[in-house]
C-alpha cells in the first residue's frame, strides 16, 4: 500500500507545511503592509509536494549549501507559478514581498528537514510510521502555540505604537515607521505616566503582589513541612481539602466578601486586597510545597532531631535552604496569580489613585482614551512578569517537576 512509503508521508507533509506557511507568511504581509494581499493556495499545493519529494530524494546530498540551494529554488518556483508578481502586490512592496516568499520558502523547507530527517523513501515499518506522525504532530503543534502567544503579542505592542489617524485609516496596519522619532514613536506611553498616572498602578501592583508572597510563603511553608513530616489525624483528607478553596469559583465568593469588606471599612483600600489574595494563593502554595517537601529525606531531619533542632530550626537551616527552587516557583506563581488578578480587584476598588494595574488598564478602556493606551498599559502590565519568569524560569521548572515525585 502506498501510503505506507516514505515518499507518501513526504508528500503529504510536504503539501500541509507548504499550506501552512502560505497561510501565515500572507496574514503577516497583510499585517505589515497594512494592504489585503490576495491568497493563492493552488500553486503551493504542488511546490509543496514537490519539495517534500526532493527532500527524501536527496538526503544522502543534505548539506548547508544543498539546503540553500533547496530554499532558493522553491522561493523561485514560487515567483514562476505566481507569474512574477506574488500576492498581487504593488510594485512599492517588492522588498517586502521578496521578503515573505523567501521567509515562506525557508521555512517550508526547514519543516520538512524536522519531519522526514532519516526517513527511508520506501516501505516504512510501524514504528517509523509512527515516529515521523509524531515528530510531525510534534512540530505543528509547537508551532501553533507559539503563534497563539506570539500573534497577539506582536498586535498589541503594534497597536500601542500607533497614532489614533492611522488606526482610524487603516486599522490593518500594523508596521512602525521607524524614521518616527522617539517621542511620536513612544507617545503613549509617555501620555500614560504623565497624564494618566500610570506608575501609580504599577507601584500599587508591585506593593499587593509582594505582601502576597510574603503572606502565602509565611504561612504555606511552615504548613507544607507540617503536613509532608508531622503525624496529623486524617492528614489525607486535609492535604486534599485544602485545595478544594482554590476550586471555587471567585464569583461565587466575591459577593459576601464584597458585603463583609464594605461593612468593615476594607473593601476600597489595598489592604483588603492583601488580606483576600493570601486567602486565595495559600491552598495552592500549600498543595505545591507539600509535595517537594515529602521528597526531601527524612533521614536529615531525624538527624537534626538528634543533634537539638526544633522543628522551627529545621525548617530555618534545613528545609528552605533545600527547597530554595520549590519556594522560589511557587513565589513566582503567587505573584503572577496576585500580579494579573482583575475580579476582586474590579468590585473592591474605586479610587483611582489606589487602582491595581489590571483595574488601572479597564479604567483606558472606555470610547475618550485612545485604544493605543490601553494597548500600551497591557504590553507595560505583561514585561515585568516576562522577565521575572524568564529570570527565574530554571528555579520553576526544577521546583514543579521536584515537587510532583512525591506526595
Not at 184 to 199: A, D, K, R, V
Not at 282 to 298: E, N, Q
Not at 346 to 364: A, E, H, K, V, Y
Request: proline share 4%; charged share 10%; hydrophobic share 55%.
Amino acid at each position: 500500500m502506498f501510503w505506507k512509503y516514505g515518499l507518501f508521508f513526504s508528500i503529504l507533509s510536504g503539501g500541509i507545511w507548504g499550506i501552512f506557511w502560505q497561510i501565515f507568511f500572507t496574514l503577516v504581509g497583510i499585517l505589515t503592509l497594512g494592504t489585503p494581499l490576495s491568497l493563492e493556495l493552488s500553486q503551493i499545493m504542488i511546490i509543496g509536494p514537490l519539495a517534500g519529494f526532493i527532500y527524501i530524494k536527496s538526503q544522502k546530498f543534505l548539506s548547508i549549501k544543498f539546503h540553500l540551494t533547496a530554499i532558493i529554488i522553491i522561493s523561485f518556483l514560487i515567483y514562476i507559478s505566481h507569474l512574477g508578481n506574488p500576492y498581487h502586490a504593488g510594485d512599492e512592496n517588492q522588498l517586502i514581498i521578496f521578503i515573505l516568499i523567501l521567509s515562506t520558502s525557508f521555512f517550508i523547507w526547514v519543516s520538512l528537514n524536522h519531519s522526514l530527517y532519516n526517513l527511508s523513501p520506501g516501505k516504512l515499518s510501524k514504528h517509523d510510521i509512527e515516529s515521523f506522525l509524531i515528530k510531525f504532530m510534534w512540530g505543528i503543534g509547537l508551532i501553533i502555540l507559539i503563534l497563539i502567544t506570539l500573534i497577539p503579542f506582536y498586535i498589541m505592542i503594534m497597536t500601542s505604537l500607533k497614532n489614533q489617524q492611522s488606526l482610524i485609516l487603516n486599522p490593518l496596519d500594523l508596521s512602525v515607521n521607524l524614521n518616527t522619532d522617539f517621542k511620536t514613536l513612544f507617545n503613549s506611553y509617555i501620555e500614560l505616566f504623565t497624564n494618566f498616572n500610570f506608575h501609580l498602578f504599577l507601584i500599587n501592583s508591585f506593593i499587593v503582589s509582594c505582601t502576597t508572597v510574603i503572606i502565602t510563603l509565611f504561612f504555606s511553608i511552615p504548613g507544607a513541612y507540617a503536613l509532608a513530616r508531622l503525624r496529623i489525624p486524617n492528614k489525607k483528607i486535609f492535604s486534599g481539602a485544602v485545595i478544594l478553596i482554590y476550586l471555587i469559583p471567585s464569583i461565587v465568593l466575591i459577593i459576601p466578601l464584597y458585603i463583609i469588606f464594605s461593612y468593615m471599612g476594607l473593601r476600597n483600600s489595598l489592604f483588603g486586597l492583601m488580606l483576600v489574595y493570601p486567602a486565595t494563593t495559600i491552598p495552592v502554595a500549600l498543595y505545591m510545597l507539600r509535595g517537594y517537601f515529602s521528597a526531601l529525606s527524612s533521614e536529615i531531619d531525624d538527624a537534626a532531631l538528634i543533634d537539638g533542632l526544633s522543628r522551627v530550626q529545621i525548617i530555618l537551616k534545613i528545609a528552605i535552604p533545600l527547597s530554595k527552587p520549590a519556594i522560589v516557583s511557587v513565589g513566582l506563581y503567587v505573584f503572577m496569580i496576585a500580579w494579573n488578578e482583575f475580579l476582586i480587584a474590579f468590585m473592591f476598588l474605586d479610587d483611582p489613585n489606589i487602582f491595581t494595574l489590571s483595574r488601572g488598564i479597564m479604567s483606558l478602556n472606555s470610547s475618550e482614551i485612545p485604544q493605543q493606551h490601553l494597548m500600551a498599559g497591557a504590553v507595560i502590565a505583561t514585561i515585568p512578569v516576562m522577565v521575572i519568569f524568564l529570570y527565574l524560569e530554571k528555579f520553576l521548572i526544577s521546583g514543579l517537576s521536584a515537587g510532583g515525585v512525591k506526595g
